[in-house]
């Protein structure tokens, strides 16, 4: 699967690797090592720097750094990650997306890195990759009442790409953003019917963005936004997964 649309900031990626190098060189240079780690990020780093950045699968490189970190933690992430969310909501989450949630939970829970803003990084990876599905599904239910536009033409900003026509890349959160706060006929309806808060949706868009922005964290991402982030994020009743998939916060609130 092609995941590099998800490549959109890069300057939040250079802040949060910085530190993720920093922290693994200092393992590397410990007792325990480290140097497979601190090579898997550098890639990655190099990766961004690159002219190329937005054409790599980044996803596939988070998943390796996460498995450096402890192999055998994976089951105790997926506890609890299953544990805030809710098994059913976890298990509606598409295989990317949980390897996202996944990684961040290891690299959060890890006790390696004196900072853990990368799981904040691959939390908001993961929504990205669940939110394209529920897009593509809109996109789906457009074409078959054959709207060919949206938002219109005449409603795009200058830099905004449209949901539809799909001739240009994905759309970015940013975009969809501005696409879904106008609540247009077709979005509230399609809301509707899959019975989505379109109000919740744009919401939980603008938490994305606003959590991973460069310019909100300009001096780095605390401890306390990394764990505040976590939990609002995953909670299972509220958080911005919720929002894609309502339906299975609803049965983890029952059950």
């Known amino acids: 699967m092609d995941v590099a649309y998800l490549v959109n900031a890069p300057a939040l990626l250079r802040l949060v ?136 033409r005449a409603a795009l900003r200058p830099d905004q790409i449209p949901v539809l026509p799909d001739r240009w890349k994905f759309p970015r959160l940013y975009d969809l953003e501005r696409a879904f706060e106008a609540m247009l006929p077709e979005y509230e309806e399609f809301c509707g019917s899959h019975r989505i808060d379109a109000r919740a949706l744009v919401g939980a868009i603008k938490s994305v963005r606003s959590g991973r922005n460069p310019e909100a964290h300009a001096l780095g991402l605390t401890e306390l936004q990394i764990e505040s982030t976590r939990v609002e994020w995953l909670d299972g009743q509220s958080g911005v997964f919720t929002a894609l998939m309502p339906h299975a916060g609803e049965a983890a609130a029952r059950g």
């Open 17 to 152: 690797l910085s530190e993720a190098a920093r922290d693994a060189g200092l393992l590397a240079a410990g007792p325990t090592g480290g140097s497979e780690l601190l090579r898997a990020i550098q890639q990655l780093q190099d990766a961004v720097e690159s002219n190329n950045a937005l054409q790599i699968p980044i996803m596939s490189l988070l998943e390796g750094i996460a498995r450096q970190l402890d192999q055998a933690s994976r089951w105790r992430a997926e506890e609890s990650l299953i544990a805030m969310l809710g098994r059913s909501l976890y298990g509606g989450l598409c295989t990317e997306a949980r390897v996202c949630l996944i990684a961040a939970e290891q690299i959060h829970r890890s006790s390696d890195f004196a900072r853990r803003g990368l799981s904040v990084l691959s939390l908001a990876h993961g929504f990205e990759l669940q939110l394209k599905r529920l897009v593509e599904e809109f996109r789906a239910w457009l074409r078959a009442r054959e709207v060919r536009e949206f938002p219109p």
